[in-house]
């Protein structure tokens, strides 16, 4: 009997054959069952559970965790597996340690004890030191957002959960085997979905889900709110694909001669053309890190090949022949429906100047988080916590919020310190010592190595795509990215051991060690303890989408606007009573099943603050709350309640929308203490709570320490100095918040500009070319012309010295004259408008709307001989231009009979007579 023979009964054997001979058939009936239904919420986890939103969103990391759980109650009735001789101990003990460590972070520890293991808490949060503790309370735990902490154990436990139990599961070859092929035909499915998607749009994910700030017209993303993720979900499953093709052709190319050959077979087309529609859907979601990956991905799996021996059997010409369709056919497909845009992309990565030119901003991110990284290295700010984090430690606002540090390992060192690094560290080293056996082992056993080797290349880059992705890139945040890569990572492992076993590779393998159940059980009580918070920010997803969505519509949001953009809706305007009733309805839906929500305390808070001051302005007492706070503080009333009463007969009955503004502010900062918009509100409404005249500058430090960038904190720290007579603090502060975004400078500008010359305000405040633009335009509309000159005669300067800043370098200079031109127009100096337009023209000379402006210009300033010159080249031009011959028309009717018949001619009334000569061409 030849090898390839005891090799195929062997395998009967271990697919039919129960693990021991000492069960009955009862139990081996039971096994199977529980078999079966492991798989089966596997299958879902892979390819069910990512169809929602990629289990980023609060449902989806719901019944992701909920999966992992039953997954691992069902692994509880298998007989356990031993995990490895290589290193499963220490595995368990590296994971083991990754749940202690979020456990410290959330839980309450002695002040003296959390300054020595977070001194950066204690330094931020002064208001919350043990002097102030009775009053306001004190700061116990190292996460700075506990909640978000909770959310972050319970997916970082179903992630562990999920590497054992899947370990445990695979006890054969044919395990494994099966597994990788769940994981490639898993991102097959997904990529059909993303071209279909791309193909047939309506905006909605899934056709079906609504995001509020992404949609899916422009890039193939399936069921991922980010192209990026979605591609690299993609890579990971092509490489499965490609190695479970060639291990499943070379481990029949041992079949009898009567036996149908693989490589023609239905199955290998369908797995051509899973890989080919995954490589469109690479190329159709546009991403640069996700080709670049894939790349990559593709090298590793060949290297990795050549490395083991691993072949294509007997059957060369033909895999090889239908190997290279799969390209072909992929490059035929994008280019019918996406090239030229794949191609521009592809051009950024090599004719970039700089990193930050191909990022997308991540510089400035990446720059925040290390610092905090720096501060917080003992123990991390908290699992989740980046979000509240990194604005800290920004050299200057910016107008989107990164949701993640846009890499895998700075976040892991911001929110779990050096610890967490070490661990990501130690995690990586077990990886490569499962490679490192596995591969030479695979390589010197010729009976095997043409199946193993395929599965075990396949493994090997998908694991380098993970970690190489995770560079420049949150895709370990990702819970269905991730969930491919755990199960591909614990695929490793058994590879690894069996490849280094004297057993063989398709027998089973069995123990009966219950410590492993019991580590089981650890995770899953953990998971179980943090359940209800997941549900709970599940039941309120709804609700935050419903009013994100209004925020963004009304546009007074502009933080939560994310890096990837958002739809185009219908604006709505922010004041409008009844929009800010809508917004607060549906915070009131979010709280009333997620009271540990902050963002939608501190946003109530604001919006219970607007809707004061709208009502209050409308009443017959119409006084600001500033200006209710200086009465009632230069009153002296003798006790705190006295001043209240008299502040409840001035607003009536607006007084509980003042008390709830500082309830849910407090709220906000109890449950996340590092949000600076919420300290200047209490700041504000210090004066209900307390006389003490200190509190209300105690806030607006403390917020100064969370938020020292944020305009918010600077315009009210400014607003709080100019108050005590300090202008000199008061304008260092204003100059710093009119540079951190358009609504400080419209406050600021509206706040100063009718009290300072203009070259003063310039010279104070130091606007850029865009920002003098908005300077002028606020003088116009006070109807100070001559301090529009002044600002128009900055930029004028700025232009001619070449000097205009980054906001509109990517114009050109030409844009330059062309604002300027529009800028004079509209101050009503149409020749200057023209000298401008001119300039523009000099960088564009046949430029239609140019020229064709300057021709109105001219007319309309009486330079009509030289106007009408650029009229008839535009109407040569475009002879159907309607407008232009108006004007014409309208600035030649007072002219004499021959100017006349020749202004008739050019705008073709019926009888007119061409002119003896027509002017030059310009």
Known sequence: MDEAQIRRRRTSAARSAPATSDWTKEEWSTNRIVAMLFDAILLFLLCGAPLLMAGRQP???????????????????????????????VIVFLLGTGLLLVLLQITPLPPGLLQQLSPAVTQRLPLWSASNAEAWGQWQTISIVPSESRIGLAVYAAYAILFLVTAQRMETLADVRRIIRYCGWSAGGMALLGVVQYLIPN??????????????????????????????????????????????????????????????????????????????????????????????????????????????????????????IVPLVSGIAVGLHGYDKVWSQLQTLWQASSVASTSAGRPVVWRASLEAVSEFAAFGAGAGSHRSVYPTYLAKSVPVEFTHAESGYLQIAEELGVPGLMLLFLIGCCVLHWIRCAVPAVAKDGARREIVGPLLAAVVAAMAASFAHSLFDFVWYIPACMTVAVVLAASLRQLALQTNSELSPLEPTETHDPIWKLVNVCFLLVMVCCLPHLYHDAQGQAAWEDYFTLSLASDIDQSGMTRRGRLRMTRINADDPQVSQQMLQCLDRVLAVDDDHHLAHARKATLLLKQFDQLQLASDNAMTLSQLRDAAVASRFPTLGEQNQWLAGVVQDRMPLLAAAYRHAQKAVQLAPFQGDAYVLLSELSFLTSDDADAKNAFLQQAALVRPKDGRVLLAMGQDAALQGNLETALSHWKEAFHQGVEFRQTLTSLLG????????????????????????????????????????????????????????????????????????????????????????????????????????????????????YVRWCLNQRPSDHELRSVLANSLRIRDDRQVSQASYLVGEEGAQPPARLPRRP
Not at 63 to 69: E, H, R
Not at 210 to 218: I, R, S, W
Not at 317 to 322: D, F, S
Not at 792 to 818: F, H
């Open 59 to 89: 449902v989806g990391r719901l019944i992701f965790v909920a999966a992992v759980m039953l997954l691992a109650l069902v692994a509880m009735f298998r007989p356990a597996t031993r995990l490895s001789p290589l290193g499963s101990p």
């Open 203 to 324: 905006g909605k994910f899934v056709w079906m889900f609504a995001h509020p700030t992404a949609e899916t017209y422009h890039e193939a993303k399936a069921s991922f709110a980010n192209p990026n993720h979605f591609a690299h979900f993609l890579v990971l499953g092509l490489v499965c694909l490609a190695g479970s093709w060639q291990s499943a052709a070379n481990s029949s190319a041992g079949r009898a001669k009567h036996m149908p050959r693989p490589i023609g077979s239905p199955l290998s087309w369908l797995y051509a053309a899973a890989m080919a529609v995954t490589l469109v859907g690479i190329a159709l979601s546009y991403s640069r890190g996700g080709v670049l990956v894939a790349v990559l991905a593709l090298l590793v799996y060949a290297a990795v090949c050549w490395s083991s021996g691993a072949t294509m059997a007997g059957y060369r010409p033909k895999m090889l022949g239908l190997a290279l």
């Open 754 to 869: 009718n009290v300072l010359a203009a070259e003063d305000f310039m010279q104070h405040f130091q606007p850029t070319y865009a920002q003098l633009s908005d300077l002028a335009e606020f003088y116009f509309a006070q109807g100070q012309t001559a301090e529009a000159i002044v600002v128009l005669e900055r930029q004028v300067r700025l232009a001619i010295a070449g000097t205009n800043d980054d906001d509109k370098s990517e114009s050109g200079v030409g844009s330059v004259w062309t604002e300027l031109a529009a800028a004079f127009r509209q101050m009503g100096r149409p020749d200057r408008a023209a000298t401008m337009t001119l300039k523009a023209l000099d960088r564009d000379p046949y430029a239609y709307d140019l020229r064709r402006q300057l021709a109105i210009d001219l007319l309309q300033s009486g330079q009509r001989d030289t106007g009408m010159e």
